[in-house]
């Protein structure tokens, strides 16, 4: 009942904001020969887990995005967890995550 109120306030004090907005951005990591960027989005006082990976091949750098449904309440949670998934990803796909040479892609 409360968000209900306060969603009603917004559109009064200035509009409704966005529910997602970027968190700060963090330090990225090597693993292996890719390059783990996290990227976790504020919902709210959460934060969901979200990131990039990226590689250079023959001269061009390509890039995974991955968004989960996991959400955190502490954005250094969210970043720990978001290069542990990244690795996972990395280490599960091998050579076959970058593969198919597109230039960006979800996975």
């Known amino acids: 009942m409360a968000s209900f109120f306060s969603g009603i306030l917004s559109l ?61 309440t502490s954005l250094d949670d969210a970043l720990d967890c978001t290069y542990r998934k990244a690795r996972q990803i990395i280490d599960q796909n091998g050579a076959s995550l970058f593969s198919d040479g597109e230039k960006s892609r979800s996975v």
């Open 12 to 72: 009064f004090s200035g509009g409704a904001k966005s529910a997602e907005a970027a968190a700060p951005a963090a330090e990225p990591q090597v693993h292996g020969d890719c390059m783990i960027h996290p990227t976790p989005i504020r919902e709210g006082n959460q934060f969901r887990l979200a990131g990039r990976i990226e590689k250079e091949v023959a001269g061009e750098v390509l890039v995974r995005n991955f968004i989960r449904a996991d959400v955190f």
